[in-house]
């Protein structure tokens, strides 16, 4: 790419071996889950994918995304798909809708069972019309044949996975249980190939919001921040969907949680003295970011918004120095809190003691979110509650996400914040169990400041964790990058073994197919490949 370009980044390749290393992980956990159960090693997995929506009576297509579940397990990027996969023989299928001819004339060509079966590395492709007559041909078993079906309760939007459905599917038995909460585990634990992809939408994000520190100035309206970064991740990092909605929220809309719905649509004007806080993230090939900067407006913090960023950046940066797999969320979300009010106090808006202040929640007024999220092919990925758990009551750790302990190759993010919200701060003051611990002089001068939050996505490893987002952080680098210094984004790899070798089977593949070598060593970077290690492997891989 020119260097002139504003974007370092190249859009990776995608791996279907990713998906294919999803499927055998889950099949070893579900075999061994039956196994344990003393149940046979016989049916089907059936999962239906996701369907286009139209805009309610309407012809108009909503841009189409994947079911999430489907996606961990195939990789297929249409709507309409189903996909199988044999117990006893592990042979996975996938099934296609049967498009009507003039598909060809509006849609384009219509792509033979053989096209997707190359594509997305699967055992066998029929169409979504024989689901019944393939699986009951297939079974070599007596009785009915089991299904097992996708359904379980996402404990971030308390909505149920919806089962497959098809025709003739009574001539079947069904199970509704088995499938979702070993489904749910394979996809909190990360592979390398799934870091790589995390890792990329993570540099592309992390790019993409360094680009609208520097653009951003007074005067300018909230979406035309967000504007800039979606052009910014699309154009350059070849990413179409966004991970969620914007939050591009500046002065008191920063104290809005989920700020940039359609009710507050990002429509602001920046003005003098206005802090931005900016929750975006780029989607790759459905696998997610999640990154919040927050900074002034002009370009230069004042004392007050120094005192702020700095309580939540020591609080960020604490958690982030106590992570590690066996350590509770919990325990890091009370880090978070306690060093966040510590900082309040020496700032002189608390006064009293702090082991008090956290006796009795006083950090869920300035924070009431929890402190982070697993992150995947979600922004809010499952896996956060496993069967059972029950979730903290006391106010801001019942929003938590996720009460378990951490786990090498999760991904999570870490987003402390520090909020001015009036619907909690004026109870607050009037609580006689809280209120003696405000200087209300100090507190009333904040209120309409709005809030901080600072979010990284970060990965657990065996001895720590690592900063997956690289935006400037510390307020010397920030005012640096809105003066127009540079910020170089460095290359990350979680790739080792395996994951090399699927990377240089499909560089060998796109040498082969399409002869265009030079092009794929340079995409090989991204997986943290070498251009030497790229031509050694892809020698190797041909020997």
Known sequence: MASSSPSSMSPPMIPMELHSLNREKFFNSLRDHLTSCAR????????????????????????????????????VEEPGFYGAIDIASWKSMLFIPRLPADYAVWMGEIQPPSHFQEKYKVTQVFYTDEIKEVLLDQYQATGAPLLFLLHGLNTDSNKYSKPAEFQGIEKFQTDLNTLHPILTECRVIKSDLELALIQYANDISSEAHVEVMRKTKVGMKEYQLESMFLHHTYMYGGCRHCSYTCVCATGDNSAVLHYGHTAAPNDKTLQEGDM????????????????????????????????????????HDAVISAMRPGVSWVDMHKLAERVTLESLKKGNLLVGDVDKMMAERLGAVFMPHGLGHLLGIDTHDPGGYLQGGERPKEPGLSSLRTSRKLLKGMVITVEPGCYFIDALLLPALESSAVSEFFNCVEINRFRGFGGVRIESDVCVTSSGC?????????????????????????????????????????????????????????VASYYGLAFLDVLIGVILIFI
């Open 40 to 75: 046979l090693l016989q049916g089907f997995v059936l999962l239906q994918g996701g369907e286009e929506q139209t805009r309610h009576c309407t012809d108009h297509l909503e841009l189409f995304r994947q079911e999430s579940y489907f996606a961990y397990l195939f990789g």
């Open 276 to 315: 931005a806080l900016l929750d975006m993230g780029a989607e790759y090939h459905f696998y997610g970011s999640d990154i919040t900067c927050s900074f002034p407006v002009n370009g230069k913090f004042t004392r007050d918004q120094s005192l702020l960023y700095t309580a939540v950046l020591d609080a």
């Open 466 to 522: 690592v900063n997956m987002s690289k935006c400037p952080r510390k307020i010397e680098e920030i005012e640096a990058v809105m003066a127009g210094a540079p910020w170089l984004i460095e290359k990350t790899t979680f790739l080792s073994g395996n994951g090399q070798v699927y990377v240089y089977k499909s560089l060998k593949h796109a040498f082969v197919n399409e002869g265009k070598i030079m092009d794929y060593v340079a």
